[in-house]
């Protein structure tokens, strides 16, 4: 396995659609997938009411992941984040995740900004932003170097 450089591991974040986040709700770990953006030394993602802003609520301390798999050659990559969360109140940071998401996803939802300018997404109340506290990447190793593969020891 070879560590990515913070270059790269920043690179692999941004690239990725879906990331998980694990947190803590109630004594319990829970890891739920998610849509976000970075923005600078920032996650943005937006959120329903539930059980993940209950948690995040309870228990700031996340812990974000992306990766990569490539079925033909068993090359994987993986991103770590942990960070602090909290809801956005500024309108600033409201409007940056906005932007960003619709921004990274309008290949999927197609061009939302209209002659009127960016429209809102429905049934997403609560912004969330996390820190990047931490980052770190791994990957199967490059050039000459042993390649690990998953179940392979």
Not at 66 to 88: K, L
Not at 115 to 128: A, K
Request: hydrophobic share 35%; with cysteine; charged share 25%.
């Amino acid at each position: 396995m070879e560590r990515l450089t913070h270059e790269e591991a920043l690179e692999l974040l941004d690239a990725r659609p879906v990331a998980h986040i694990g947190l803590i709700s109630g004594d319990s770990p829970y890891v739920t997938p998610m849509s976000y953006v970075r923005d600078g030394d920032r996650i943005l993602f937006r959120t329903e009411a539930g059980k993940k802003l209950d948690a995040l609520r309870d228990n700031p301390a996340v812990c974000i992941e992306v990766s990569v798999f490539d079925e033909e050659t068993g090359d994987w990559a993986s991103v770590i984040v942990n960070g602090t969360a909290r809801e956005a109140t500024a309108d600033e940071t409201k409007q940056a995740a906005l932007d960003g998401l619709i921004e990274k996803y309008s290949d999927v939802l197609g061009d939302l900004r209209g002659t009127g300018g960016l429209q809102p997404l429905p049934g997403f109340p609560h912004v969330i932003e996390v820190s990047i506290d931490e980052i770190s990447g791994m990957s199967s190793g490059r050039g000459f170097s042993f390649r690990t593969r998953p179940g392979r020891l």
